[in-house]
């Protein structure tokens, strides 16, 4: 399963700190962010669980960071 969110990050150091804070906190998941997207979309990947959306945002947003999930 995949889900994607819309952030505000910017810059390659902002998103290495939020992702080592998302693998530590969920291990099992993959975490990427498209910084070249006009969205600054951050995708997160389960292997068949649910995507934890909730957790997800409050870790990012625990790094000041706005973050949203994606609407279709």
């Known amino acids: 399963m ?6 505000n990050v ?3 150091r902002t998103a290495g700190k939020v992702l080592k804070a998302l693998q530590a906190h969920l291990p099992t998941f993959r975490f990427n962010f498209d910084l070249e997207d006009c ?3 951050l995708r997160a990947q389960s ?3 649910p995507v934890e959306c909730t957790k997800i945002i409050q870790i990012v947003k625990d790094h000041s960071v706005e973050i949203s999930l994606f609407e279709d």
């Open 2 to 7: 995949v889900e994607i969110f819309r952030t």
């Open 10 to 12: 910017k810059n390659k």
């Open 39 to 41: 969205d600054c979309i």
């Open 47 to 49: 292997n068949g669980c």
